[in-house]
């Protein structure tokens, strides 16, 4: 699977935006798909994943109620909608493809990172 981010941006504390993950390949409808972010000097961190199905989805507690993951097999596309973003948000925001067990969070569970799309949001 290949992958490519996109819609990142620009936006003010407690606006919204909507990110979008274009995959290419043949087994993407079966691969578990996560969102990641690495804010500038940190390590990259977990936010959010989603089932093959798209029925069963989990979120790092900073994201919880605020981020919304998603799917759209035949699109072959994962989103991740964010609401009530604060600067802390700010960030590059990859996606990537789960390769151990449901529920890990670590990056190295993960594989076939793409370029990410910058997030910024001002306060």
């Known amino acids: 699977v290949q992958l490519q981010a996109s819609g990142g941006g620009l936006v003010q504390a407690g606006g919204s935006l909507e990110l979008s993950c274009a995959a290419s390949?043949?087994?993407?409808?079966?691969?578990?798909m996560g969102w990641f972010r690495q804010a500038s000097g940190k390590e990259r961190e977990f936010v959010a994943a989603?089932?093959?199905?798209?029925?069963?989805?989990y979120y790092a507690d900073s994201v919880k109620g605020r981020f919304t993951i998603s799917r759209d097999n035949a699109r072959k596309t994962v989103s991740l909608a964010m609401h009530s973003l604060k600067p802390e948000d700010t960030a590059v925001y990859y996606c990537?493809?789960?390769?151990?067990?449901?529920?890990?969070?670590?990056?190295?569970?993960?594989?076939?990172w793409g370029q990410g799309t910058q997030v910024t949001v001002s306060s």
């Open positions: 989603v089932s093959a199905g798209g029925y069963s989805t």
């Open positions: 390949g043949r087994t993407f409808r079966s691969s578990v």
């Open positions: 990537a493809v789960l390769r151990t067990t449901w529920g890990a969070r670590n990056p190295a569970d993960f594989d076939s």
